[in-house]
């Protein structure tokens, strides 16, 4: 019977395969291996809010990216054949331009005498001529056959000039002809992961290029996508003829004739106000009559003919430390600025910009003959991380290099006879006496402290980068002596001068490496006495990432009045930013009592008027103030009004700490207007013109600005982070699960800027462990591929010679006692950089990355080899762990509620280090590394199965462990590190844990202040246990969380993986403490740094705790990267239900790649409309899923709840538009976020009645949204007939899948009631005391880790 059923079925799926070209190559059975890939990602969907509400997102691409969907021709015209495959996202070395931020604010008021000219883009990848490397997705065009959307036959890539010559077109300057992927040497892989420059003569240096891609689809019918545009800088130091300039008074600041070096503060504050440099640049140097010889890059044209030459570009190469901003002829060239160029270790590596100015140059006459008036290049100056105000906390940005605000630049003309000319440059020759310096209007920036805008300065200098504002006439530089105030060099231009120090690269490594303890002092070189003592600058290399831009512009959701003149303006969810006044700020008036903070006492002794801004993510439950201590910078604060984790006056003493913060390092802007300055006599005029800070970010969801009659109009809040795309999105039917996504994505976006930070105000730092816990979140969330590249070479610049790694990519001398010492970080922080190649490779297959950084992970390996063992006895955790009772030296799963075991952390990252170089040594073809590794992998995992197994009562625990601690079973089951034949009764043992009460100071005063009746809801719910006469909350280990940063991680996977999904999905939507609905009801809208509730200490928008997120697409939508899968080629399509529709009803999640878009959404139907048989009633399951031209798919179906369960695949015919589909659905989410269907209510404290009480109150955060996959405008598709799975379903095997569109339906599918538990605080007996945990551990054969595996590495 079932052997007939079985040859009809294989009968069937031949004939759906030749039907609809489903092609299933064999059949995988997965249960013994049970290997799981957690997905990740990289494309462009990006969700962005324009709304009023901030929590109200479309789906539409980011506006301004300039490689849409619209399809383009190889030659301009219009001879595009419309193939089912279209070429989009197009990218060169992972980069894109962006014409325009989506969160752009207006255009601030010009200076009449300003350009009509526009730089055409925000932001222009620059590339080397060496190193151009072109990648690109593809869609299915909507209405065609799908078949002809399955294979790739040829791609053609086309690079031409960006402007046309000499009116005959755009010259090309390569073209790869059609290639045929089939006789591509790929490893039979199809299309290649990216394409290099393959013409034999690299483009030249200055050139702006653009590129375009042609594809042939399976008919061998071509679609071409659109052009995008990149440019070609400097790459070696030669290629500047422009050299590095400062202030001459900044400069004196750090020479020790002029200046003692131990005055740090004073120094510092004698280089504010920060310069602004210019340059005029003449008509005649630009070229309108050149040489017909010819000239080399930079070289001056000289003899021959005098001819017209014709412009065909003009690219400015620029970079500043700290940050800058550029202009010409008083035109921004973009809205960056905050940080810029990106953080790296200034002394090692530099970023430069490039912005293409030739509409400056070039007139509108179509023979593109050259303007004939001046230009002026203006840049304005920030601090950055290079020239901080020197204070020091939890952050010591005293360690980083520092020096004056400084910039090179350069333009370089080329010219339509293929000539180029350099102007403009600065340093020494000829340009140096053109460049000028000033000291300007930005009082102060500080990234921690916020920035300081002096209206009247910035009023009186009008135009003081167009040619009207510009002097050739100069003053001579101030004598730096006692009596020097560079308040007087205030719109006084002199001569810039060059950046000079006498510290060489080696004297500033070894000064770090001593501090760090990464090399002996017997080791030391003698260097001579420094007079120039400012830190060198490192090697210039073009934007490694998108610059830091606005991404967002939000207005207010509420406006409230304070009184005294103080408005508070909430924005309805955190971020990292800075308000924007559209319509400039409001007069000031004067209070008879400034607001704390709000003062400004040296401005109110001069009698100058300003207003404040401050910035804060939550409000002081008992002022109603912005509560500033959660967001001091650097932790520097003094306990506020509650004065709990701190003494009041805490930082009293603290060096070169700001006037007027109280005591609070507070994000801070102020704009000024001196009594002195000529614009005081249109006071309101020089305010009205006010628009934002530009050189620091604040993080926050509320801000008071003071003080003013009425509040300021148009005040809109400017969300900045790194520009990234964001491709991955989620939804469900459970509120509290989408919210617990959104928390997650918000904290994300708040955290990158140019780095991935822990927090966007306390630290702003990049922590290893906090990217190991998140990096696979970001990477479902948005495109990290040039992002994280960029972090691993951080790290790789940061290594220490002996090999170690920090703890962060910048060394910070933070947690160093924790690690195993000679200079390495916590031994899980430190191998940060292995993992996150790996993970690179996997989602982005950069296979010369893993060739480019094996070298320096290898290093870390041997250094592990060397010292891990001795290092560790010193940290007294003795050979076999007899002694040991947890948590000693080391970090671990930080900031659990359960106690961390380090011992394993420690031990399982040296294991981690080892699986990584031998699986990048596997890669690149390396067999001697990878043999190594893997050597180094085994021994450890070995060791550790050994000592946590030898007590004999599987709970994989230390010998003396109490099954208490963390990390623990789920980490050795996701990581493959316990023995097969343990696995099951290991995971058994898991549920036998439980929760526990929870002591903490604030919940217990929340608790003393509820009334009665909410105590005995809350009771009555389980949040609350009895203790004593009294009430306690308490943490759960099923029904909430109780994991640091990583074990979340490995207990909602392994869970899920195993076949208790359901509990996941408990954990992941439980209520009360230690919960995301904790979060929620407190009023969060990012995620918070611990479980538990901090008025005081610990942040409020901190990602650590989010790999909750990347489990939701992979787990409870069910799309994710392969575990093998390299470039995110092939990916696994595994949804997983709950026992019971209570908890959720639908799911669905889109996965960006670098391949295309993977989505994937399912649905229960026929449910009955009485929802207590929601736990018992028989439905159906609808899934759809979608894969992109050149992916490939694997289909898991989750094993049946009956032996009635039958299943049918389908897939669609003729590919729907999904282009409507999407924009209609994304739509009627605003919609229905506008509607505020969200999370409903939140505890509010009562400052009257000193109580709590639950205010409901509907939110937009969590509002579940339907999928574009089930949307209305999908009803007519066209599908094939369905071939019976019931099979395949049965036998637990995985189907390949090609791309398309299909469908799944599961009939008979029957929901049953959740497992009960003993209570919100107890354990699973249902599990821990039965002897059969269900068909996903049947079989315990074979449990070793796969050396092509890069999901479960750690």
């Not at 931020?101 to 000219?117: E, N």
């Not at 309805?572 to 209070?591: N, R, T, Y």
């Not at 249109?682 to 009205?688: C, H, M, T, Y």
């Not at 003396?960 to 980490?971: I, Q, V, W």
Request: aromatic content about 10%; hydrophobic content about 35%.
């Amino acid at each position: 019977m079932a052997s007939g059923r079985r040859n009809r079925q294989s009968k069937l799926l031949q004939g759906f395969v030749g039907i609809i070209g489903l092609y299933v190559i064999g059949i995988f059975t997965w249960q013994n291996s049970q290997l799981n890939s957690d997905g990740m990602a990289t494309n462009i969907a990006s969700i962005i809010s324009t709304t009023k509400d901030a929590f109200i997102g479309s789906s539409s691409s980011i506006s301004g990216y300039s490689s849409s969907i619209e399809d383009g021709s190889v030659d301009g015209s219009s001879s595009d054949k419309g193939g089912a495959i279209i070429p989009i996202d197009l990218t060169v070395n992972f980069l894109q331009a962006i014409q325009r931020a989506p969160g752009a604010p207006p255009h601030p008021p010009s200076p009449p005498s300003s350009a009509k000219a526009r730089s055409p883009e925000d932001f222009l990848p620059v590339v080397v001529p060496s190193e151009i490397t072109f990648r690109w997705a593809h869609r299915t065009r909507g209405g065609s056959v799908v078949e002809h959307s399955r294979d790739i036959k040829s791609y053609r890539i086309i690079v031409r000039t960006s402007a046309t010559t000499n009116g005959k077109g755009k010259v090309i300057m390569w073209d790869s002809g059609k290639v045929n992927i089939s006789q591509q040497q790929n490893n039979n892989q199809g299309l290649p992961n990216s394409v290099n420059y393959g013409a034999k003569t690299p483009p030249q240096i200055g050139q702006i290029l653009e590129w375009n891609v042609q594809i042939w689809d399976a008919t061998n019918t071509a679609s071409s996508s659109s052009w995008s545009k990149f440019a070609v800088g400097p790459q070696n130091e030669q290629d500047w003829q422009g050299k590095w300039i400062v202030h001459p008074s900044d400069m004196d600041t750090f020479d020790t004739t002029k200046r003692n070096v131990r005055l740090q503060c004073e120094n510092w504050k004698l280089r504010r106000p920060l310069p602004l440099f210019r340059v005029v640049i003449p008509s005649r140097e630009v070229g309108m009559t050149a040489s017909s010889n010819g000239s080399n890059l930079g070289v001056a044209v000289e003899g021959g003919d005098d001819v017209v030459e014709e412009i065909q570009s003009a690219l400015l190469v620029i970079s500043g430390l700290g940050s800058f901003r550029a202009s010409i002829d008083g035109i921004p060239l973009s809205t960056s600025g905050p940080i810029d160029p990106p953080f790296t270790d200034y002394s090692k590596r530099v970023m430069y910009r490039g912005f293409d100015v030739t509409p400056f140059f070039v007139s509108d006459h179509d023979d593109g003959t050259t303007m004939t008036q001046n230009h002026v290049i203006g840049v304005t100056m920030g601090s950055g991380w290079w020239d901080h105000r020197p204070v020091s906390g939890m952050a010591k940005p005293n360690l980083l290099p520092r020096g004056p605000a400084t910039v090179i630049a350069q333009v370089i003309i080329t010219y339509a006879s293929g000539k180029t000319r350099v102007v403009g440059q600065t340093g020494g020759g000829e340009g140096m006496s053109q460049w000028q310096v000033s000291r300007g209007h930005i009082r102060e920036s500080d990234l921690f402290t916020g920035e300081m805008v002096d209206l009247g300065v910035l009023s009186d200098m009008e135009g003081w980068d167009t040619t009207t504002g510009w002097r050739s006439n100069i003053v001579t530089a101030t004598t730096m002596d006692d009596r020097f105030d560079p308040s007087r060099e205030i719109n006084k231009w002199m001569r810039a001068v060059a950046y000079r120090t006498e510290v060489t690269f080696d004297e500033r490594k070894q000064e770090i490496a001593l501090k760090a303890k990464a090399m002996e002092r017997s080791e030391m070189v003698a260097f001579p006495k420094r007079n120039h003592y400012a830190a060198p600058i490192g090697k210039l290399v073009p934007n490694e990432i998108p610059p830091v831009m606005p991404m967002e512009r939000i207005a207010p959701d509420e406006i409230h009045d304070l009184g005294n003149g103080r408005w508070l303006l909430d924005y309805g969810k955190a971020f990292s930013g800075m308000l924007h006044f559209d319509e400039g700020v409001p007069p000031p008036i004067v209070p008879k009592t400034y607001p704390r903070a709000h003062g400004f006492k040296m401005a109110s002794v001069k009698g100058d008027s300003f207003m404040t801004v401050i910035y804060g993510e939550s409000l002081e439950m008992t002022t109603g103030d912005i509560n500033r201590v959660l967001t001091a910078g650097m932790g520097l604060h003094d306990g506020g009004p509650r004065h709990i984790s701190k003494k009041e006056g805490a930082t009293k003493h603290t060096y070169c700490f700001p006037d007027d913060h109280d005591n609070i390092l507070s994000q801070r802007d102020v704009y000024v207007v001196s009594k002195s300055s000529s614009a005081v006599e249109n006071g309101a005029e020089a305010f009205a013109r006010a628009r934002q800070s530009h050189f620091t970010t604040h993080s926050f969801r509320f801000a008071e600005v003071c003080c003013s009659a009425e509040p300021p109009k148009n005040a809109h809040a400017l969300l900045y982070r790194t520009a990234v795309p964001q491709w991955g999105t989620f939804d469900s039917s459970n509120v509290l699960i989408n919210g617990g996504y959104e928390l997650v994505k918000n904290s994300l976006a708040s955290n990158m800027l140019s780095v991935q930070s822990d927090c966007p105000h306390r630290e702003k730092l990049p922590y290893g462990g906090d990217l190991i816990a998140n990096s696979p979140a970001a990477m479902h969330m948005f495109d990290m591929s040039a992002f994280y590249k960029k972090t691993v070479r951080d790290w790789m610049d940061a290594q220490w010679d002996n090999g170690a790694y920090t703890e962060t990519s910048v060394w910070q001398d933070l947690n160093d006692y924790a690690g195993i010492g000679r200079g390495a970080g916590e031994t899980v922080w430190a191998t940060a950089p292995p993992v996150l190649t790996v993970r690179h490779y996997q989602h982005y297959g950069d296979i010369e990355f893993l060739d480019d950084s094996l070298g320096s992970h290898v290093k870390w390996v041997d250094f592990l080899d060397q010292y891990f063992d001795a290092g560790m006895l010193i940290k007294e955790y003795d050979v076999e762990l007899d002694n040991y009772t947890g948590e000693k030296s080391g970090l671990g799963d930080w900031l659990a509620l359960r106690s961390c075991d380090t011992y394993l952390t420690h031990t399982a990252f040296y294991m981690a280090a080892g699986r990584c170089i031998a699986y990048i040594a596997r890669k690149v073809g390396k067999k001697d590394v990878e043999e190594k590794g893997m050597a180094v992998a085994k021994k450890i995992q070995e060791r550790i199965a050994h000592l946590y197994l030898k007590n004999g009562e599987d709970t994989f625990d230390f010998p003396r462990g109490d099954a208490s601690h963390t990390p623990g079973p789920e980490m050795s089951i996701f990581s493959r590190i316990v023995p097969g034949e343990k696995r099951c009764v290991v995971l058994k043992n898991w549920f036998s844990r439980s929760g526990e009460k929870w002591p903490g100071d604030e919940e217990k005063r929340f608790v003393n202040a509820l009334t009665k009746q909410d105590v005995d809801f809350l009771a009555k719910n389980g949040e609350l246990t009895k203790r004593g006469r009294g009430w306690m909350m308490g943490w759960s280990q099923w029904q909430g969380f109780n994991e640091g940063i990583f074990a979340i991680r490995y207990a909602l996977k392994t869970l899920s993986d195993n076949g208790f999904h359901h509990i996941a999905l408990r954990k992941a939507s439980g209520t009360g403490m230690a919960t995301v609905e904790y979060m929620m009801r407190h009023n969060a809208t990012t995620l918070w740094e611990s479980w538990w509730r901090s008025e005081d200490l610990y942040s409020r928008n901190h990602p650590m705790l989010g790999a909750m997120a990347e489990w939701m697409s992979s787990s409870v939508a069910g799309v994710s990267h392969d575990a093998t899968t390299t470039g995110a080629r092939r990916m696994l399509f595994w949804p997983r239900f709950p026992k019971s529709a209570t908890t959720l009803q639908y799911a669905s999640a889109t996965q960006g790649t670098v391949r295309g878009d993977y989505s994937i959404a399912w649905k229960f139907e026929d449910l009955p409309e009485d929802k207590t048989q929601y736990n018992s009633a028989t439905v159906r399951v609808r899934i759809r899923f979608v894969i992109p031209p050149g992916g490939e798919g694997i289909l898991r179906l989750p094993i049946a709840t009956s032996s009635n369960t039958t299943a049918a695949l389908r897939q669609a015919i003729v590919f729907p538009d999904m282009v409507k589909a999407k924009s209609s659905t994304s739509r009627e989410c605003i919609r229905r976020r506008k509607a505020r269907l969200g999370f409903s209510y939140n505890w509010e404290y009562d400052r009257v009645s000193e109580l709590w009480y639950k205010h409901e109150n509907g939110k937009a955060i969590g509002t579940p949204c339907q999928s574009y996959l089930f949307h209305s405008t999908l009803k007519d598709t066209k599908w094939s007939d369905a071939i019976d799975m019931t099979l395949t379903f049965a036998e637990r095997s995985d189907t390949p899948i090609a791309p398309g569109l299909y469908e799944v339906l599961l009939t008979d599918w029957s929901l049953e009631k959740e497992v009960e538990g003993t209570g919100r605080l107890g354990n699973l007996p249902e599990y821990y005391k039965s002897d059969d945990l269900g068909p996903y551990c049947k079989d315990s054969s074979t449990f070793e880790w796969d050396i092509d595996d890069g999901t479960h590495i750690i």
